[in-house]
């Protein structure tokens, strides 16, 4: 009974959810309204419903289910995008009078659609290829596409701190770049070949209950996906914010192959930068900045996949990619709002990941029965003269290279072994926490806004095993911290936020009682949480750590718009300054 009326809550939300999408579409984007009106594609949506639909139907129809279908690879995914997407085009020409899809354009638009990708899926083998090795060093347990959104993640963190030293040496070209990272790529050879095998050879497994409402929602998903992808093949970027900021950064990057003086911490801009710094192009930065959104997808997935069949999650994903912002942010202002969204998933994977440890499921397998006494042949002895006489199989060379691919270099184990003896006492057992820290510090490398998941994650770390009172204090103390150090007047709120220095205090207070009554009562307890937060908050500042460096350095100076903006882009403009040269002006006047 329980199951059902959460099922049919569910269903609720989710038609309610549609709802306010559908107003919002309508009603707060205009765009989209015009759009409708003015809709001409009758024939590409009906080719749309005829192919989906087909497919859904074939699939219904087809008994047994079979595990995969071959050839159905992301390889011949990406080619079925690159057919719609020419499709497409050649249905939107063929609407313009007296105008039409030549061969040569047709061939111009696969070029570039295959050379993006191309582009970005390089970088993408590199990021992923260094997060697996550095999580085979440190190892975590998780479900498989839980893991891999984790490792990519990791991978990225580590390509930018690696781009960011570069940058300070101003080493930012592609003839340093491709042999560096190709070195590293060689550390976790066995990694990388198992990433291309999955991502292009392999037939991706097709789950038994997968029925047509899973078909669909997949098909218009791809639709949208290659659409926004086919978008980021411009020479210039659309949004205003995007032009003037966070595409400019990553060509500043580029012209002064390193690190820019001043602005906000821009790890996500540092990324984008390697189309530029590897390629040169910025068709693969604006795909850069695309692609945290198809990254969320996966991550969204995965974590949707813990409590809901894979039609359900599939139909998660569309609702959400559909969305304004999401549009928004994928091809018309492409930003770092998406980057820093990939990277907020990873840290609820992480989150869910330490609240509910994963256990990978052991299967007890019988021990084979002994054959019959009379059916065991007769043992030959083993001796020299035998054994110099047998031939030893001889392996094939094909065999034999899949053998040195498929095994980690000796080296591997090794330092593994030696980081598992020299990890400290109190850091044993914790590595979700010390990559939660990470991550989070991260983000805040990415955004500044992203300083409000700090202290939602921080509460839970006091919430764990259901410590109602201890979650309330440590949400108390939150609240005044965020008051106290005036957070809010970065979003200019601090005006509205009425008797803000008394309601501090007072939160201040609530909270100390708390943990204060914890404290004496199961001090065990607290002297855990607060270990623990600690860990946290140390791998915080570790990740932020470079930016603070870099701002300081620059500016000279320790306090907080400094370790912020670091140094000044633009003149110093005060309101002094512009008096006098208002004065300065008139005398040239007069």
Known sequence: MGVKITRLLTLLFCLVYVGILLVEYVFQHPWYREAISFFQYVDFLLYLLVGIGGAAF???????????????????????????????????????DNASMSAAGAMNLTLFYWGVGLGVFVIMVICFVMGDFLLKLFPLTMRPLELAMIKMGVGIMSMIFLLFLLGSLHLLTPWFLFPFFLGICMLNITGGRRFLSQILIKPIPLPTHLNALGIVTFGFL???????????????????????????????????????????????????????????????TLALSY?????????????????????????????????????????????????????????????INWLTPYSPPTVDEPMPPKPPASSQRPQKKNTKRHRKGRKKPIASPAKHRRAIFDKDWPFVHKWRARIERATPAILKGQGLVVWLGLFTGFALGIKLTSLMLFFPILVVIWYQNNQYALMFGML????????????????????????????????????????GWQAFRHWQVVRQKLLLSVIYGSFFLLAFSPWIIKNVSETGKLDKNSIIYGKNTGPAVTFESLEKNWENQKKKLN
């Open 476 to 515: 108390s103390l939150s609240l005044f911290g965020v008051l106290f150090l005036q957070l809010d007047s970065q979003a200019a709120l601090r005006q509205w936020h009425l008797g803000a220095n008394m309601i501090q205090w007072l939160l201040a207070a609530i909270g100390g009682i708390l943990l």
């Open 58 to 96: 074939f699939w219904h129809r087809k008994q047994p289910k079979p595990a995969h279908i071959r050839g159905v690879n992301g390889l011949s995914i990406f080619a079925a995008s690159w057919l719609l997407v020419l499709v497409a085009s050649i249905l939107f020409f063929a609407k313009i």
């Open 222 to 284: 791809m639709v949208f996906v290659a659409l926004n992808f086919v978008q980021t093949i411009r020479p210039i970027p659309l949004g205003y914010d995007a032009h003037n900021l966070y595409m400019r950064l990553p060509a500043l990057i580029h012209d002064y192959q390193g690190l820019v003086d001043g602005f906000q911490p821009y790890n996500w801009s540092l990324f984008m930068s390697a189309g530029f710094v590897f390629w040169g192009r910025i068709e693969v």
């Open 291 to 351: 692609s945290g959104g198809v990254l969320s997808l996966f991550a969204l997935y995965a974590i949707a996949r813990r409590w809901l069949t894979v039609n359900h999650s599939m139909l998660v994903l569309v609702l959400f990619y559909v969305t304004p912002m999401v549009s928004y942010h994928s091809y018309q202002d492409m930003k770092v709002d998406l980057g820093l969204l990939f990277f907020s998933l990873c840290l609820a994977i992480l989150l």
